[in-house]
C-alpha cells in the first residue's frame, strides 16, 4: 500500500479549508484516509498551518511521499528539518 501524505478539502463552497492526512494514494481526495496530521487554513490573513510534526516525521520515516503542496507546508512548520530525507532513522 502506498502511502501518501495529502491535503482533503473541508469547509464551505468558496471557503476552503484543508486537513492534511496520511492516505492510501488510490483513495479518492475526499475519500478514506488512515490518520489525520493537522490543518491547512489558506484564506486566513497570514494562513494558518497546524502540523503535529512527530505524526508527519513518522510517516516520513515509514515512506510516504508528501505531495508537491504538503511537502511545502512541511517546510514551512519545520517538520521537513526534523525528517531529514535521504538519512535512515
Same mark, same amino acid.
Do not use: H
Given at each position: 500500500?502506498?502511502?501518501?501524505?495529502?491535503?482533503?478539502?473541508?469547509?464551505?463552497? #468558496?471557503?476552503?479549508?484543508?486537513?492534511? /492526512? @496520511?492516505?492510501?494514494?488510490?483513495?479518492?481526495?475526499?475519500?478514506?484516509?488512515? *490518520?489525520? !496530521?493537522?490543518?491547512?487554513?489558506?484564506?486566513?490573513?497570514?494562513?494558518?498551518? #497546524?502540523?503535529?510534526?512527530?505524526?508527519? /516525521? @513518522?510517516?516520513?520515516?515509514?515512506?510516504?511521499?508528501?505531495?508537491?503542496?504538503? *511537502?511545502? !507546508?512541511?517546510?514551512?512548520?519545520?517538520?521537513?528539518?526534523?525528517?531529514?530525507?535521504?538519512?535512515?532513522?
Amino acid at each position: 500500500m502506498a502511502v501518501k501524505l495529502r491535503l482533503m478539502r473541508m469547509g464551505k463552497k #468558496k471557503q476552503p479549508t484543508y486537513r492534511v /492526512v @496520511a492516505a492510501d494514494s488510490r483513495s479518492p481526495r475526499n475519500g478514506r484516509f488512515i *490518520e489525520i !496530521l493537522g490543518t491547512y487554513e489558506p484564506r486566513a490573513e497570514p494562513s494558518v498551518i #497546524k502540523i503535529d510534526a512527530d505524526k508527519a /516525521v @513518522a510517516w516520513l520515516r515509514k515512506g510516504a511521499q508528501p505531495t508537491e503542496r504538503v *511537502e511545502k !507546508l512541511l517546510k514551512l512548520t519545520g517538520a521537513w528539518e526534523q525528517f531529514k530525507p535521504g538519512v535512515p532513522a
